[in-house]
């Protein structure tokens, strides 16, 4: 099973912690969050667009997953030196995240992003840089 991500869901995933835009969506989330955390060798494809995250983006919300994250997406490709169309396992984009980030890139790569206050993706690029494993969401 190959799980196609956009750029700066690479980053998402490693702060959920289980918040969302709707029950839906945090299903569809934590699945995925929970088949990379504990299958690190679980295939990922880098697409631009709409990925497996925004399938279950609620149809009632102002839907920016074709509008305002592209110059997101793109910046923390760049930032981890990745393409799309590119595949590898998570647990590689996880060594990328580990030698190319700190925390603190966070609150600059992802300054328009309503997730960014709350710090938990900051955490999970600490947790990964420290050779840590995320936690399962709601532990």
Same mark, same amino acid.
């Given at each position: ?49 709409? &990925?497996? %995250?925004? !399938?279950?983006?609620? /149809?009632?919300?102002?839907? $920016?997953?074709?509008? +305002? ?25 996880? &060594?990328? %995240?580990? !030698?190319?980030?700190? /925390?603190?890139?966070?609150? $600059?790569?992802?300054? +328009? ?27």
């Amino acid at each position: 099973m190959t799980i196609r991500l956009r750029g700066h869901h690479l980053l998402c995933l490693l702060g959920y912690r289980g918040m969302g835009y709707s029950d839906d969506f945090c299903v569809n989330m934590t699945a995925i969050y929970e088949k990379l955390r504990s299958e690190p060798e679980t295939d990922v494809e880098i697409i631009i667009g709409p &990925d497996d %995250v925004c !399938k279950a983006y609620p /149809p009632d919300k102002t839907n $920016h997953c074709v509008g +305002t994250v592209y110059g997101l997406d793109a910046n923390v490709l760049a930032k981890l030196g990745l393409k799309a169309g590119e595949r590898g396992s998570w647990q590689a984009i996880c &060594d990328r %995240v580990a !030698k190319t980030m700190v /925390p603190e890139d966070i609150s $600059h790569l992802c300054l +328009t992003c309503p997730w960014e206050k709350y710090g938990v993706c900051a955490e999970g690029v600490g947790l990964i840089v420290e050779g840590k494993p995320l936690p399962k969401v709601g532990a």
